[in-house]
């Protein structure tokens, strides 16, 4: 008889670790698209405000990561608000436009600006019986430096610019009302949300202007309350102390 070969190797079975579940993802309000920990609604309107201003809002590709972005509000609270995705002002964005219109960007040495003070005193574009079409660039400061470079074609001619009353490069930037739970760091004085720029715009050149402001600023500040709620605030790093440090000692040495 044949003898059977036997296995003298036998495959040991081994149990791999357990898979850890996926991450669960925020639940996110159906009705005002935040996670609902910061939902908004109770400071949304039901019906979007009617402006006479037509708002055109060129977001950076890159903001729509971001949790803090206020653009969606903007277009949640006002009926004319339209957003465009886009690195650049494009003619085809403004087809069925035309002048007046302005867009809100700080000066620089080769485009100048009328700041908004100057806009209201002088009645600039007649805004007050024309209505007119905004243009408002949404990215960091240095991808909106890029757009609004590269968009000048389109713009030059077409809207005039205009800024903030306050801007200042030369003063350090502060973060959303001042707080000490830092939500962001603006780059210079006069810096702010895009969603308190165009409500500031507005406050001067709609007809109801303050009630506009005042809802806008209104939900700004919540959403500031709600989101500093799940921050730590912010304690001055040891290097930065050092570094203060050594630069009073220097300038008491010099008086």
């Given amino acids: 008889m044949e003898e059977q070969e036997h296995d003298t190797n036998p495959t040991i079975a081994t149990s791999s670790p357990p898979l850890s579940p996926p991450p669960q993802r925020r639940q996110l309000c159906t009705q005002c698209d935040r996670p609902l920990p910061v939902c908004l609604c109770h400071v949304l309107l039901t019906t979007p405000l009617q402006t006479k201003t037509k708002i055109l809002i060129i977001r950076h590709p890159h903001e729509s990561r971001h949790k803090l972005n206020t653009t969606p509000l903007l277009s949640k609270t006002l009926l004319n608000a339209t957003t465009i995705s886009s690195r650049r002002l494009l003619p085809h964005h403004l087809a069925n436009q035309s002048p007046p219109a302005i867009y809100l960007f700080p000066p620089s040495p080769s485009t100048p600006a009328v700041t908004l003070s100057q806009l209201k005193s002088t009645n600039l574009l007649n805004y007050q019986t024309t209505p007119l079409l905004l243009i408002v660039f949404d990215a960091t400061w240095k991808h909106a430096k890029e757009m609004v470079g590269a968009s000048e074609g389109v713009l030059k001619g077409f809207a005039l610019r205009v800024c903030l009353d306050g801007v200042d490069e030369s ?13 962001r760091k603006e780059p210079f004085g006069g810096c702010v949300t ?5 409500a500031r715009c507005l406050g001067v050149i709609e007809p109801n202007g ?30 930065m102390l050092k570094k203060n440090k050594h630069k009073e000692e220097g300038n008491s040495k010099i008086d």
């Fill in 171 to 183: 003063v350090v930037g502060g973060s959303i009302y001042d707080s000490e739970l830092i939500l």
């Fill in 194 to 198: 895009t969603l308190e720029a165009v």
């Fill in 210 to 239: 303050n009630e506009v402001q005042g809802v806008l600023i209104g939900i700004l500040r919540e959403m500031v309350r709600l989101q500093a709620g799940f921050l730590k605030p912010v304690k001055p790093r040891t290097k």
